[in-house]
């Protein structure tokens, strides 16, 4: 399987504008201090995006280090569980490092060097970019630091040893809620110190303009993938694209690709928590309004001020008041559709997957497979879903040992 | 504020708290931080800077993230900045690409739209910049985050006597500056400076020693009177 440029025979992904514009969502709302990194940035990666060698080098990568291309998997147990359509799940839990972020890391991390840059910092939430950003520097030989909010540094003390194995310098962030969208602004605050030599690497499709278009392409990897398979497979394109929304990545990854085959309906899964009251969630498209965050107008969960509201989801890479700016485009067009599943939902879905395909999903992805629990016996037996099942749930175990009541470690 | 009127200074900025200040070093997010534990709100802000309007006559400056302007409706939070009586407005996060229509919201309630540039800024940005910014240019010192810092960049005077050659419009100098020796060396070539983190510092200092309004006010103009010996 190829994938040595963005296209696919349903053309390349469309968008930004020249403004950095998602329709009315997007842009720019950083510091001056930044600017001229960012616009460093968008050059590079232009002159990047055309030149086949560039994306030689990354697929080499994918291929030989990640482990690409990932299955699409059929679900049989799962399928007939649900007594409906029929599931297939894109594998993103089979890559090095257990999830969907290396593609997008290694990507980066590629596009460092080019700039002549030879540090990255990176903002990390469960602990998931932050490994994947440590790898992708060990492997290409860049210095590495990565913000982590000092609840979760406690909560996730495997993936710190884990990052500190892959030489990377793990800081515990204390303001704020201590958690991932502090972990964000104290990763700007180093950039704004440190642009000359460093490059951030974002972990998802959000912040400033180009940060929503590059993570997107580099993810879109995911979606090219699952199209060239299931037509393999199927002999026609999917029903339903279904994937977790947390800052988007994983969707867009899946989506874009499928954004010109108006008849596969998109489906993005937010984190509905204990219940929609604020605070108890972090389902932004679902509860949130327009707003500007960490360098975008995008969804957000803020309060009637403007000051972000608390979040709050089982899985600690759903956890963000924010949302990519391209979703609030895709969601206003009615190109996709989000919905949120709680906590307990998510919970069932996981211990689900486990029992039905021996797959132990993350508590992210989980909550892509909890929707389609509900959607799947809704719909006949010759339709299909692809889930993308961004990330493997080894990481979780504790915590879902401790909400089942059990003790472990 | 009316004693440091008394002083003499050329106005004052009035930070409104947000939670996620990207700019702010540990000082200002200090501030912050506990001014949203105690709740305070926008309105409450605007309610205060009213009523020190009647007795204040230097020009007062909302420092504001975009992020609250936009929640609050940027035509909106304007008409009510000015209607409080302020002059002029300070966000850091409102870029050059995205400030163009807001320089015409902001005109058409008075109020002055100061434009941040920094040394990463390339000659064409300090220039477009320049040309949308009214009231003044914002020179940060230094790239990085509001903080006291103990020496300026080398750099410094010669950005400033460039800027102010490009712009034909005051330049005033923030970011760092914490020391009269600072106020002395930048004002031999700046319109300004604009001081934060060290004024701040010494309030904090002040209310977690226990000390009341009266004593915070003390302490600001101890340390207004201190920085203005600098000035030549």
């Known amino acids: 399987m190829s994938s040595t440029s963005l296209d696919t025979d349903a053309g390349t992904p469309a968008g930004p504008d020249s403004h950095g514009r998602f329709g009315a969502f997007g842009g720019q709302y950083v510091p001056e201090t930044l600017m001229g990194a960012i616009h460093q940035l968008e050059d590079e990666y232009a002159k990047a995006r055309n030149d086949p060698a560039f994306w030689t080098e990354l697929d080499g990568y994918l291929k030989d280090y990640a482990g690409r291309p990932s299955p699409l998997y059929l679900a049989r147990r799962l399928t007939e569980r649900l007594g409906g359509a029929k599931v297939y799940l894109k594998r993103e839990d089979l890559n090095h490092t257990g999830a969907h972020k290396i593609n997008n890391t290694l990507g980066q991390a590629l596009l460092t060097r080019r700039m002549g840059k030879r540090r990255v910092i990176a903002e990390t939430g469960a602990g998931q970019h932050g490994v994947a950003t440590a790898t992708a520097a060990a492997v290409l030989g860049l210095e590495c630091l990565v913000y982590m909010g000092a609840e979760d540094v406690r909560r996730q003390k495997l993936n710190v040893f884990r990052m500190e194995l892959l030489g990377t310098h793990v800081v515990p962030v204390e303001s704020g809620q201590k958690t991932l969208k502090d972990a964000i602004n104290e990763a700007m605050r180093d950039w704004l110190g440190s642009v000359e030599h460093t490059h951030y690497i974002i972990g998802s499709v959000m912040g400033p303009h180009p940060f929503p278009m590059i993570v997107r392409d580099f993810q879109t990897v995911i979606g090219r993938e699952a199209r060239q398979q299931i037509l393999e497979r199927e002999g026609r394109l999917p029903d339903y694209c279904v994937a977790c929304v947390g800052g988007g990545s994983n969707a867009a990854g899946l989506f874009a690709p499928f954004i010109a085959d108006t008849d596969v309906k998109l489906i993005g899964v937010e984190a509905g928590g204990e219940d929609m009251k604020p605070g108890r969630h972090a389902a932004t498209l679902a509860y949130g309004e327009p707003g500007v965050l960490h360098g975008m107008y995008t969804y957000v969960l803020q309060d009637a001020d403007g000051q972000t509201m608390p979040v709050h989801s089982v899985s600690a890479g759903l956890d963000y008041p924010g949302v990519g700016p391209e979703h609030s485009s895709w969601k206003e067009q009615h190109r996709a559709e989000y919905v949120a599943c709680t906590d307990q939902e998510t919970l069932d879905a996981f211990q689900l997957l486990c029992e039905t395909e021996g797959i132990i999903p993350a508590l992210e992805s989980a909550h892509a497979v909890a929707h389609v629990v509900k959607l799947a016996p809704t719909l006949p037996k010759d339709q299909t879903i692809v889930i993308n099942l961004s990330g493997r749930g080894d990481k979780d175990c504790v915590e879902v040992a401790r909400l089942l009541g059990r003790q472990i470690g | ?232």
């Open chain 2, 1 to 232: 504020m009316r004693r440091v009127d008394a002083l003499g200074v050329a106005g004052v900025e009035v930070g409104f708290p947000y939670s996620d200040s990207i700019a702010d070093g540990p000082v200002i997010q200090t501030s912050f931080t506990r001014a949203l534990e105690r709740n305070l709100k926008v309105d409450e802000v605007f309610r205060t800077i009213a009523e020190v309007r009647r007795t204040v006559t230097m020009p007062l400056v909302a420092m504001v993230s975009f992020s609250i302007v936009t929640r609050i409706g940027v035509d909106r939070f304007f008409e009510r900045a000015s209607a409080a009586g302020f002059d002029g407005l300070i966000m850091a996060d409102l870029s050059l690409e995205e400030a163009p229509r807001v320089a015409e919201q902001a005109a058409a309630r008075h109020l002055r739209l100061i434009m941040l540039t920094a040394p990463t800024s390339s000659a064409e940005r300090r220039e477009r910049i320049a040309r949308i910014a009214t009231g003044f240019i914002y020179y940060m010192s230094v790239a990085g985050t509001t903080g006291e810092r103990d020496r300026l960049p080398d750099d410094l005077i010669d950005n400033v006597r460039q800027l102010r050659e490009i712009g034909r419009k005051p330049v005033v100098v923030g970011f760092g500056i914490s020391r009269p020796e600072h106020v002395r060396s930048v004002c031999s070539v700046a319109d300004g400076v604009i001081v934060g983190s060290a004024i701040v510092r010494r309030m904090l200092d002040v209310v977690d020693a226990g000390g009341d309004e009266c004593a915070v006010a003390d302490a600001v103009e101890a340390c207004v009177r201190d920085l203005l010996t600098g000035l030549p």
